[in-house]
């Protein structure tokens, strides 16, 4: 079975510093990976993924992620955090094999982003 | 605008009064998927749907029901709701089995007292 761990619950940092939300996964092949965030009282917004190739990958509003097949992570980041970002961010994985013709998601638990001004 | 829009947004009711929240995309993708989103357990999976007429269970479809009749249409029903169903719940579509990015409602907020 595929999952998803999301270590922190909560990462405050201040404007202008480097983030980063850590995200590690576990699927049999070769994975999807996404990161989605949530502003308050919206939906999910896709902000990234990892298909294959290059392992940095480039996504919105400047974030970027980190696939690591050695250490099964796939930690989001960006350079200089505004407050702006303050969100509930969400990583994901999808095993391309499927079931029955279906690739499932599974989501991890969130991790909310503290942007301190 | 494309978009995914469910309704209704918020909705408070009492337990074992069947309720039905509608679910309707614009874009004309195959896949659509109902999750509840709890704290600590991030969002999981109710139901899914490959195309009209094809659905299967999630990962937690116990007191849920869906139907695909239409395309752009996948409503989310509780026949009889219990206390333990209150939760914020999410429409998803995506186009198909080769796409990546999903599309997500603005969320229906559930509470059964």
């Known amino acids: 079975a595929q999952s998803v761990a999301q270590p922190e619950d909560q990462v405050n940092v201040a404007e202008g510093n480097p983030l980063t939300v850590k995200c590690t996964y576990s699927v049999s092949g070769n994975p999807y990976l996404f990161w989605y965030v949530q502003y308050p009282n919206r939906g999910l917004q896709f902000l990234l993924k990892?298909?294959?190739?290059?392992?940095l990958v480039k996504g919105s509003y400047g974030f970027e992620a980190e696939f690591n097949k050695s250490q099964t992570s796939f930690h989001l980041k960006k350079p200089s955090a505004l407050v702006s970002d303050s969100a509930l961010y969400f990583c994901?994985?999808?095993?391309?094999?499927?079931?029955?013709?279906?690739?499932?998601?599974?989501f991890g638990t969130g991790t909310k982003l503290q942007v301190i001004p | 605008e494309a978009q995914v829009t469910q309704n209704p947004r918020y909705l408070i009711t009492v337990t074992g009064k069947k309720l039905t929240v509608t679910c309707s995309q614009n874009m004309n993708h195959e896949y659509m998927s109902w999750y509840r989103q709890d704290p600590g357990l991030g969002l999981r999976q109710i139901y899914y749907s490959m195309n009209v007429e094809v659905t299967d269970k999630g990962d937690v479809p116990e007191g849920y029901k869906v139907s695909r009749k239409e395309k752009r249409n996948f409503p989310l029903i509780l026949e009889s709701p219990s206390p333990n169903q209150t939760s914020l719940y999410f429409c998803?579509?995506?186009?198909?089995?080769?796409?990546?990015?999903?599309?997500f409602g603005p969320g229906t907020r559930l509470t059964v007292t």
């Open positions: 998803a579509s995506r186009p198909g089995q080769d796409s990546y990015e999903q599309y």
């Open positions: 990892y298909i294959t190739g290059d392992n």
């Open positions: 994901a994985v999808r095993d391309p094999r499927g079931s029955g013709g279906y690739q499932k998601v599974t």
